[in-house]
Antibody, heavy 119, light 107 residues
Framework: QLQLQESGPGLVKPSETLSLTCVVS??????????WGWIRQPPGKGLEWIGN???????YYNVSLKSRVTILVDTSKNQFSLRLSSVTAADTAVYYC???????????WGQGTMVTVSS | DIQMTQSPSTLSASVGDRVTITCRAS??????LAWYQQKPGKAPKFLIY???TLESGVPSRFSGSESGTEFTLTISSLQPDDFATYYC?????????FGQGTKVEIK
């Protein structure tokens, strides 16, 4: 059964870059049938889509974050990563990675990782 | 961006009740709508896609429907495991957007 696991620092200083990795196991990472996505949830608030990446490296970003976001894939390691630059306290959130089959939305999620932006 | 507006924000109900949550899109999204259930400290769980197709393994008491840009999640007989927050999400166009959530509480 396909699983996703996020990892990365739990604390990032303001103005620095947040970096997270999502490792995919138990399934085909390079399938042409899936996109891979990042979604975040500030404490006590709702869900915000950050962006998607295809195994070929094609990306789709939320325009509200586009200038600060980079999502990359590493098919050799069955993983994809998120980089968010110039972070502020508003970027404090639980960050989830998820799998999105084409035309079906996010059907498998990682457990999430809490990232706090603070000096 | 397409705005997704859920109502109500909070719903108090008892076990066995029929529960309905509404999600309205600010423009046409065809049937590209999903529903999720989230419990505290957990990742969202995928329930329904294409507005009315139940994900494999999801109990049949959950159902989804649509009428134009208004979408509905119905729980036919609320069970103790169903007390949670529910989110709708459109995947018709970028940026994908979520509703603000509906918390289903014990009455």
């Amino acid at each position: 059964q396909l699983q996703l696991q996020e990892s990365g620092p739990g604390l990032v200083k303001p103005s620095e870059t947040l970096s997270l990795t999502c490792v995919v196991s138990g399934g085909s990472f390079s399938s042409s049938s899936y996109y891979w996505g990042w979604i975040r949830q500030p404490p006590g608030k709702g869900l915000e889509w950050i962006g998607n990446v295809y195994y070929t490296g094609t990306t789709y970003y939320n325009v509200s974050l586009k200038s600060r976001v980079t999502i990359l894939v590493d098919t050799s390691k069955n993983q994809f990563s998120l980089r968010l630059s110039s972070v502020t306290a508003a970027d404090t959130a639980v960050y989830y990675c998820a799998k999105m089959p084409t035309m079906r939305s996010f059907d498998v999620w990682g457990q999430g990782t809490m990232v706090t932006v603070s000096s | 961006d397409i705005q997704m507006t859920q109502s109500p924000s909070t719903l108090s109900a008892s076990v066995g009740d029929r529960v309905t949550i509404t999600c309205r899109a600010s423009q046409s999204i065809s049937s590209w709508l999903a529903w999720y259930q989230q419990k505290p400290g957990k990742a969202p769980k995928f329930l329904i896609y294409d507005a009315s197709t139940l994900e494999s393994g999801v109990p049949s008491r959950f159902s989804g429907s649509e009428s134009g840009t208004e979408f509905t999640l119905t729980i036919s007989s609320l069970q103790p495991d169903d007390f949670a927050t529910y989110y709708c999400q459109q995947y018709n166009s970028f940026p994908y957007t979520f509703g603000q959530g509906t918390k289903v509480e014990i009455k």
